[in-house]
């Protein structure tokens, strides 16, 4: 054990904080002062660029792990880069490169999780989750590059790599240190056009100016501040309020609806840590310039590291709403990487396409029963919510005479999804799977019942045609309305020409 992880360790003790949370957060915060060095680095120096990331990260990683796990990592980026270069053309280069990347993870999660049953939550596995990402994505737009635009899905035509980087530029992609450790990972174009002042990044105006990039001040501190403040409500409130006390008898006294009103208050402290992690690591992308997404009229976008809209998860309308703002990184790669390239142009995405996506993110995550549990009835409710939406939100939009009920309608839908997620995410904080089902039960399984409910209601029991004849009944009693109308206006412009004559 380093000197360093002694004093990160002696220090948690003291904290009373797990020692895996303390090192995330020294390797976190640590990206800020590299970013510090980085800023003084020329923008036209991309190799100086390329080889401080490499460093920096090296450093990082052997500051707290073995140098064993580091030429792992080095080595696996090595396989890839090999096998891209030479078979770039092959269609079935990606898909091999994604399931060597993606096995290879899954043995080393094997050995962690399992072989060595670790309670750690934070470990060397956590920076090749990322690798996992930019490698396997890097294999399907290096092979998208051989193809025509035409080809090429619209959505993933400006992640295709048409010019090959070389070593240096690959391996700082890679390893780019101000999202090394949680991400987000973005695609290769970003990082090419960051580091080599292009697009968005340019310095210099068409005209030949010299043009200086929005300040980073605000974006980088917002993220900050926001990482601390939330890195806070985890330490203070993640033991307090955990899934764990709905297992182990502490609160088998309480009432029903107290334990229900629990789970909705472990939700977000088992939240908070990822909303602390994600922050923390985008306010570092936006302090070096990465984050910047170019201007939205006149208001400057600094969205590119952006991995997460807590208010927009914490208040999302609806199941898609949800998904979308968390995790956003993880989700653009599933999308791009699995959903996309199981359906072909103009198909409708079927239940294998949807449970091949939520299975590839449980195996990305690990072998904990309780992963597939929350990625399973996670993926059922998608289902069900997809089409519970499709049938009842016509019925509530305009020219609907329900539109009044819209408002309703809206925390309604908030008040489900969210107290389903904080339900469906337990099994995936306690990972164990009788610690699951016992979790559920204190609850009486409410998410589940009601998700069964709806789907037996909607597609054996009539409800879908129910709502659809309601939604088609307002169309029809419109369309009737506005034909009365129109015939009484032509009535009247009848009786004006009648008078004149």
């Given at each position: 054990m380093s000197a360093l992880e002694l004093g990160l360790q002696q220090v948690a003790?003291?904290?009373?904080?797990?020692?895996?949370?303390?090192?995330?957060?020294?390797?976190?915060?640590?990206?800020?002062?590299?970013?510090?060095?980085y800023y003084f680095i020329p923008s036209r120096a991309s190799n100086v660029r390329h080889m401080f990331s490499i460093i920096a990260s090296c450093s990082l990683y052997l500051s707290l792990f073995s140098l064993d796990g580091f030429l792992e990592l080095v080595a696996m980026c090595t396989i890839v880069y090999a096998a891209t270069y030479n078979f770039r053309s092959n269609r079935w280069m990606p898909v091999l490169t994604f399931y060597y990347v993606l096995g290879h993870f899954c043995v080393r999660l094997f050995i962690v999780q399992i072989l060595t049953t670790s309670a750690k939550k934070f470990d060397a596995t956590?920076?090749?989750?990322?690798?996992?990402?930019?490698?396997?994505?890097?294999?399907?737009?290096?092979?998208?590059?051989?193809?025509?635009?035409?080809?090429i899905s619209p959505e993933l035509r400006s992640k295709t790599i048409r010019k090959f980087p070389e070593v240096l530029e690959f391996f700082g992609f890679v390893f780019f240190f101000a999202a090394f450790l949680v991400g987000p990972a973005f695609d290769f174009n970003d990082y090419r056009e960051f580091t080599n002042c292009t697009g968005v990044?340019?310095?210099?105006?068409?005209?030949?100016?010299?043009?200086?990039?929005?300040?980073?001040?605000?974006?980088?501190?917002?993220c900050l501040f926001g990482g601390i403040f939330w890195m806070g409500v985890f330490i203070k409130f993640s033991k307090e309020y955990s899934y764990e006390r709905l297992v182990d008898g502490s609160t088998a006294s309480w009432p029903?609806?107290?334990?229900?009103?629990?789970?909705?208050?472990?939700?977000?402290?088992?939240r908070s840590k990822f909303y602390s992690a994600w922050l923390m690591s985008e306010g570092a992308c936006n302090f070096v310039?990465?984050?910047?997404?170019?201007?939205?009229?006149?208001t400057p976008e600094w969205t590119r590291a952006k991995n997460v809209s807590i208010l927009g998860f914490e208040f999302a309308p609806n199941f898609k709403g949800m998904l979308d703002a968390w995790n956003m990184r993880t989700?653009?790669?599933?999308?791009?990487?699995v959903y996309l390239r199981m359906v072909k142009p103009g198909q409708k995405p079927g239940l294998l396409v949807t449970f091949t996506t939520f299975l590839t993110s449980a195996l990305w995550h690990g072998f904990h029963l309780g992963y597939y549990l929350t990625f399973v009835v996670g993926a059922f409710t998608s289902i069900v919510a997809r089409s519970l939406r499709r049938n009842f939100r016509p019925v509530f939009m305009k020219p609907s005479k329900y539109a009044y009920l819209k408002p309703a309608y809206d925390v309604v839908g908030w008040a489900m999804t969210w107290?389903?997620?904080?339900?469906?995410?337990?099994p995936f904080t306690l990972w164990a799977l009788d610690k699951s089902i016992n979790c559920w039960a204190s609850v009486g399984f409410y998410a589940i019942y009601g998700v069964v409910w709806l789907f037996v209601w909607m597609e054996f029991l009539g409800g879908s045609k129910v709502l659809k004849g309601?939604?088609?009944?307002?169309?029809?009693?419109?369309?009737?309305?506005?034909?009365?109308?129109?015939?009484?206006?032509?009535?009247?412009?009848n009786a004006e020409l009648r008078k004149r004559k």
């Open positions: 003790t003291g904290m009373k904080v797990p020692v895996d949370v303390l090192k995330g957060a020294f390797m976190l915060t640590s990206a800020y002062f590299l970013a510090m060095l956590t920076p090749m989750m990322v690798l996992v990402i930019k490698l396997t994505s890097f294999a399907w737009n290096v092979f998208d590059g051989t193809k025509k635009d035409e080809e990044f340019a310095v210099e105006a068409e005209k030949g100016k010299k043009k200086k990039l929005p300040s980073r001040l605000v974006p980088t501190l917002r029903a609806w107290q334990r229900f009103l629990f789970m909705q208050a472990c939700g977000v402290a088992a310039g990465i984050g910047y997404n170019g201007m939205k009229g006149a989700g653009f790669w599933l999308r791009n990487c107290t389903g997620i904080n339900f469906i995410a337990a309601l939604a088609a009944g307002t169309e029809e009693s419109d369309k009737k309305v506005a034909k009365e109308v129109a015939g009484a206006k032509r009535g009247d412009d």
